[in-house]
């Protein structure tokens, strides 16, 4: 089986991922545009949710209107830069239940560790939501989705700003049935595991740290 990566090639998206690699955006400038770029992400990972009908009064007739059907959305947050994408998704789906995963890359193995861990009750019957802005070598992704899958979501997705090929590869090896939404596969990943061109570390960046 092999996984399914769809790319957000919508004009808005590009545009504002243009501006937030570029070396010259300051924090304040970065913060934004991962929240405008977040809630336009939303739209794409929520378009398969299922709807059902409800009766309805308009102020003119009753009617037959969708609704989201079964539980909401659990947007799942790997701690610390998934909080920017959180932020962004929230003002689409403010309802949305939200979970957290502590997970930090060891700089000397790249390897994960997880720190923290807390998730809604009834898993079953919600869709996950994952986010994270950079799939460099995937371990951490990877780990954290293992992690989840733990508590028996519905379904999980996974959203990144920015994937490299090999993070891609590596993740989809452990998890081909979770598909992954970015806007863009870059080139490859350095020595160090950054992704190349990217747009640096992501957590620094919004949090104005090195």
Request: glycine content about 8%; aromatic content about 6%; charged content about 25%.
């Amino acid at each position: 089986m092999t996984g399914h990566v769809e790319v957000i090639d919508h004009p808005l998206v590009q545009h504002k991922l243009t501006l937030m690699r570029k070396s010259d955006t300051g924090t304040s400038r970065f913060r934004m545009l991962l929240q405008e770029i977040s809630m336009l992400l939303a739209y794409e990972v929520t378009r398969d949710l299922k709807v059902t009908q409800e009766d309805i009064e308009t102020p003119l007739q009753a009617m037959s209107a969708p609704v989201l059907d079964g539980k909401k959305v659990v947007l799942i947050s790997i701690l610390r830069a998934g909080g920017g994408i959180l932020d962004g998704m929230l003002k689409i789906l403010p309802s949305a239940r939200v979970g957290h995963i502590g997970m930090y890359r060891d700089p000397n193995t790249l390897e994960p560790v997880e720190y923290y861990f807390k998730v809604p009750s009834e898993m079953a019957r919600r869709d996950a939501v994952v986010m994270d802005p950079m799939l460099a070598t995937g371990n951490s992704a990877a780990a954290a989705v293992q992690r989840l899958k733990q508590a028996q979501p519905k379904s999980i997705k996974f959203v990144c700003l920015l994937a490299a090929p090999e993070g891609v590869r590596a993740f989809h090896e452990q998890h081909p049935d979770v598909p992954i939404y970015t806007p863009a596969v870059d080139e490859r990943l350095n020595e160090k595991g950054y992704i190349l061109p990217g747009l640096g570390d992501a957590g620094d960046r919004m949090f104005g740290t090195s």
